[in-house]
């Protein structure tokens, strides 16, 4: 059994970082199956064009810049924002992020801002 590594982390910003926008202001996380109906604005378009039901092994990750916004998809074997429940929020640019890797996996869970780092 491999040792579990660890991190607190906010997602990468900023040029040459390799985000489908570089200073995004929000993402929107999209799971597999996961029902995108209710998706706000201005990532609603973008949602509802995603066939959520036809890969479980990706998800979708929504950046926005004011309504200007692009989606990247992610392998869940490489990283995951499933598992701990992400599933259809939208995070600010500034939202910690617990990386744990397992079983070659980064899990991520959004840190709750009252719990402190």
Request: aromatic share 8%; net charge negative; proline share 6%.
């Given at each position: ?9 906010t ?9 489908p ?20 604005e ?8 995603l066939?959520?039901?036809s ?12 309504d ?10 490489a ?24 079983d070659?996996?980064?899990?991520m ?6 719990q402190?780092?």
């Amino acid at each position: 059994m491999k040792t579990a590594q660890s991190g607190q982390s906010t997602l990468p910003r900023g040029e040459g970082i390799g985000a489908p926008i570089p200073l995004w202001d929000s993402v929107f996380v999209v799971c597999p199956y996961s029902d995108t109906t209710d998706a706000p604005e201005p990532f609603a378009k973008e949602a509802l064009a995603l066939d959520t039901s036809s890969n479980e092994s990706a998800h979708w990750l929504l950046f926005a810049d004011g309504d200007n916004v692009k989606r990247m998809s992610a392998d869940r074997t490489a990283v995951d924002f499933c598992l701990a429940g992400a599933v259809n929020n939208v995070y600010q640019h500034t939202q910690v992020w617990s990386a744990e890797k397992s079983d070659g996996a980064w899990l991520m869970t959004a840190v709750d801002p009252q719990q402190g780092g």
